[in-house]
């Protein structure tokens, strides 16, 4: 369970934050040096960073800045191969609009994508469930499942295609170190990026979409609330028993974490398994045979259940029955998994983060470098697709009002929009990861009849959606 405490230490820091902190002082870099002056440099080119790059580049307010996107990774040549890659993300709606604006989603759907239309989730503790509809709540689609490497690929044959002329993108490109903008008066003067090769950068505004570990978010010496949450998340490809439409997320809390699966296609769903990290190294020697039963079991194992708690949840499913309302009764039933894609196993550490600060004098981090979540609610890459969108609504409105694009109050216009969202979310999703990996009856019995009220109360369920989808 969220500890008061812990939601406290949150807000409190967020709150009491509004002074830019200091940045890191490093030795000055001498003009000669600087290879090449940019208005912005994105560093890190994954998921967040790559998109932000294409609706800055794409954006006409813009088109007279110099944009530069650093990623440390080679360019790979992307193939769409039979297999489904072992690494997916569910995107909300938001997600979707943001990337039919920049012309990014019809690459997705040309290769390939399933949209999910139906969700379950249930407790193995008690069976207390909730679902989601997309006819009864969303009238869309309530998510898509894409593969995190296709989705790169689209933004990437979108920047092909479009030939920003304002932006440059270099691959292979590891940034070393960071010297920060200095400023007294709250306007940013010069940032410089030192590259591994010897190259220097400077910039007017620095972009950290270098993920979890920034090293942007370090060099600007705010401060960060984190945790590891001792679990791994499993990912592995799986093949489904029996062909169906296959457009439902499954999603079971077990005591341990919660088991989900993602639709692929008809016959094929991605796994995604939060276990504490002993598990997950046992998990990942198995045999692919006993992988399979560990999977059905994770679906399909009835687990010790209080007579207590049981008593209760069919005593408030009869109230709801009577008054009418959804009693939970109505469940579809979770598929069996036949085999697994060879070598789709992998695992993956989980953690919490949340950056105080999401601004310093020049600089503006976006994506994981600023919130790491736990993926159980999937909502990771899409709260920084929503820094994406926010960030370049916000830098075309400065610079269509004549300010800077590092004028400090449109970057804290831009932190405190996404603080405004983010921080929530990432409370919410911690909360549910700390109620539901505990098996005390009376935690049990809370969250139990807390889920049947929620689900049979459709204004909430609807509100959820709505926070949740955008
Ligand atoms: C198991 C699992 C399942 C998930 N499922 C979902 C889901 O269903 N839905 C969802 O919304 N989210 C999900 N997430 C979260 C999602 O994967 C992340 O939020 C997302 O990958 C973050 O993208 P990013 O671009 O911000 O960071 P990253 O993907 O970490 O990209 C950072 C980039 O910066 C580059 N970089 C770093 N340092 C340097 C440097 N010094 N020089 C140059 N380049 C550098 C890296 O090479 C990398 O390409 C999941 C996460 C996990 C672990």
């Not at 398994?273 to 002993?278: A, C, G, L, P, R």
């Given at each position: 369970m969220l500890l008061p405490s812990t939601l406290r230490r949150l807000l409190a820091l967020t709150n009491n934050s509004k002074a830019l902190l200091p940045l890191r002082t490093l030795a000055t870099v001498k003009e000669e040096t600087i290879k090449e002056k940019y208005d912005i440099i994105i560093a890190g080119g994954g998921m967040v960073g790559c998109t932000l790059a294409c609706a800055l580049g794409k954006n006409s307010v813009m088109s007279n800045l110099k944009i530069l996107l650093l990623e440390g990774s080679p360019n790979q040549t992307y193939q769409l191969k039979p297999e489904y890659s072992n690494r997916v993300v569910a995107l909300n709606q938001n997600t979707k609009s943001l990337m039919n604006s920049l012309k990014i989603w019809r690459h997705i759907e040309k290769a390939r994508l399933q949209p999910v239309r139906y969700m379950q989730v249930w407790d193995a503790c008690s069976d207390a469930l909730i679902s989601f509809s997309s006819s009864d709540i969303l009238d869309d689609d309530i998510a898509y499942i894409v593969e995190n490497d296709l989705l790169l690929h689209a933004v990437n044959t979108e920047l092909a295609s479009t030939e920003i002329e304002n932006l440059k993108i270099v691959y292979g490109a590891k940034i070393s170190d960071y010297q920060l903008s200095k400023s007294d008066n709250k306007t940013a003067t010069e940032n410089i990026v030192k590259m591994s090769n010897g190259?220097?950068?400077?910039?007017?505004?620095?972009?950290?979409?270098?993920?979890?570990?920034?090293?942007?978010?370090?060099?600007?010496?705010?401060?960060?609330?984190?945790?590891?949450?001792?679990?791994?998340?499993?990912?592995?490809?799986?093949?489904?028993?029996?062909?169906?439409?296959?457009?439902?997320?499954?999603?079971?809390?077990?005591?341990?974490?919660?088991?989900?699966?993602?639709?692929?296609?008809?016959?094929?769903?991605?796994?995604?398994?939060?276990?504490?990290?002993?598990?997950?190294?046992?998990?990942?020697?198995?045999?692919?045979?006993?992988?399979?039963?560990?999977?059905?079991?994770?679906?399909?194992?009835?687990?010790?259940?209080?007579?207590?708690?049981?008593?209760?949840?069919?005593?408030?499913?009869?109230?709801?029955?009577?008054?009418?309302?959804?009693?939970?009764?109505?469940?579809?039933?979770?598929?069996?998994?036949?085999?697994?894609?060879?070598?789709?196993?992998?695992?993956?550490?989980?953690?919490?983060?949340?950056?105080?600060?999401?601004?310093?004098?020049?600089?503006?981090?976006?994506?994981?470098?600023?919130?790491?979540?736990?993926?159980?609610?999937?909502?990771?890459?899409?709260?920084?697709?929503?820094?994406?969108?926010?960030?370049?609504?916000?830098?075309?409105?400065?610079?269509?009002?004549?300010?800077?694009?590092?004028?400090?109050?449109?970057l804290e216009k831009y932190e405190s929009s996404r603080q405004r969202h983010n921080v929530p979310t990432q409370i919410a999703v911690d909360a549910l990861h700390r109620l539901y990996t505990v098996d005390l009856p009376p935690i049990v019995l809370a969250r139990s009849l807390g889920l049947q009220l929620t689900n049979a109360l459709h204004p909430l369920k609807k509100m959820i959606m709505s926070h949740a989808t955008t």
């Open positions: 190259d220097v950068y400077a910039c007017e505004l620095l972009i950290g979409a270098d993920g979890a570990n920034s090293a942007v978010r370090k060099a600007m010496g705010v401060q960060y609330l984190s945790w590891n949450y001792d679990q791994m998340g499993v990912v592995a490809t799986l093949h489904l028993a029996e062909e169906t439409e296959n457009t439902t997320a499954w999603q079971r809390w077990l005591p341990t974490g919660p088991v989900a699966l993602l639709p692929l296609d008809n016959s094929r769903s991605s796994l995604v398994w939060s276990v504490w990290q002993d598990e997950a190294k046992r998990l990942l020697k198995l045999s692919d045979e006993e992988f399979v039963d560990a999977v059905n079991d994770a679906l399909w194992k009835q687990y010790p259940r209080s007579k207590g708690v049981e008593a209760c949840v069919s005593w408030m499913s009869s109230c709801l029955r009577k008054a009418g309302l959804p009693d939970g009764a109505v469940r579809q039933l979770p598929p069996s998994v036949r085999h697994i894609t060879a070598g789709s196993r992998a695992a993956f550490p989980l953690g919490f983060g949340h950056s105080v600060r999401y601004i310093a004098p020049g600089v503006a981090l976006v994506g994981d470098a600023a919130h790491r979540v736990h993926p159980l609610a999937g909502q990771g890459v899409n709260l920084g697709f929503g820094d994406v969108k926010d960030l370049t609504d916000l830098l075309a409105d400065a610079i269509y009002t004549g300010y800077e694009i590092t004028h400090h109050s449109w």
